[in-house]
């Protein structure tokens, strides 16, 4: 009975890392559409981030169903990175660039958010579970930090 609490718990933690991917990948996809056709450097950018979450909701999910779980295939509607995404959406109306990549720091600050929630939950995880966790929030703060140096290199241009 306890293990199965056990898990549950931590098909949430996971499941809450997958809806923040599944946002993030919606979210590039959008960025691509939208980004003018000679900002080929933001659109390779973009889908890069975005086959990056695939990834990493793929791994989540495979833990998700180890547990015993379902894995979701939702995202966080109601939350954080929707409203970012719409912001994205409204910056590319515009085709500002520095927009576009501030609104993506956003996003990828509350990735960064959700990522250390799940390290700091009560939930019991194993090693290997903790270290998946913590090596993609490693590599998603790569990403942050590369959008960082594009908004701060645009900044300059400006």
């Known amino acids: 009975m306890e293990t199965t609490v056990t898990n ?7 499941n ?7 946002d993030r990948i919606s979210g590039y996809e959008k960025a691509v559409n939208e980004t003018e056709l000679e900002d080929v450097d933001l659109k390779a950018l973009f889908n ?5 979450s ?13 547990l015993g779980g379902t894995p979701t ?11 970012v995404w719409m912001d994205v959406k409204a910056a590319f ?19 960064q958010e959700a990522y250390q929630t799940a390290l700091e939950s009560d939930a019991n995880m194993s090693t290997d579970i903790r270290q998946l966790i913590s090596t ?3 590599k998603l703060k790569d990403s942050h930090d590369a959008v960082k140096k594009y908004r701060d290199l645009h900044a300059k241009l400006d």
């Open 16 to 22: 809450d890392l997958v809806r923040i991917n599944n």
């Open 8 to 14: 549950e718990k931590l098909v949430d933690v996971l």
């Open 48 to 52: 890069r981030f975005a086959d990056e």
């Open 73 to 83: 295939d939702e995202t966080t509607t109601s939350g954080k990175f929707y409203r």
């Open 136 to 138: 993609q929030k490693a």
């Open 93 to 111: 109306t515009g085709k500002d660039r520095k927009a576009i990549l501030e609104n993506c720091e956003f996003g990828e600050d509350a990735a």
């Open 54 to 66: 695939r990834t990493y909701r793929d791994e989540l999910s495979r833990e998700i169903v180890n």
